[in-house]
């Protein structure tokens, strides 16, 4: 039984950063794969990030250099550093965990404007 809640989303200009935390509760912070996806309106849902069990972390082109996914164990919770944000970087972002199950996340609003 895992609840996964995003927090960190909101308004930043283009070129800014932000970073995005996931706290996990229950028993267990230990999982196969964890990940960040986003969504915009119309748009079909996007993988941005995944961590693995080992720690070994993946990027898709459109945020490798600008993303960083990393886990705090001691407090059970994942981040998403985001810098040089982009306004197609606009989107609902969900953390993600994976190992038999998958949780997901509600949301949180991340927009880059100026």
């Known amino acids: 039984q895992v609840r996964l809640v995003e927090s960190g989303g909101g308004l930043v200009q283009p070129g800014g950063s932000l970073r995005l935390s996931c706290a996990a509760s229950?028993?267990?912070?230990?999982?196969?794969?964890m990940g960040w996806y986003r969504q915009a309106p119309g748009k079909q849902r996007e993988w941005v990030a995944a961590i693995y069990a080992n720690g070994l972390t993946k990027y898709p082109d459109s945020v490798e250099g600008r993303f960083t996914i990393s886990r705090d164990n001691a407090r059970k919770t994942m981040y998403l550093q985001m810098n040089s944000l982009k306004p197609e970087d606009t989107a609902v972002y969900y953390c993600n965990a994976k190992s038999g199950y998958e949780y997901w996340g509600q949301g949180t609003q991340v927009t880059v404007s100026s």
């Open positions: 229950g028993s267990t912070f230990s999982f196969t794969v």
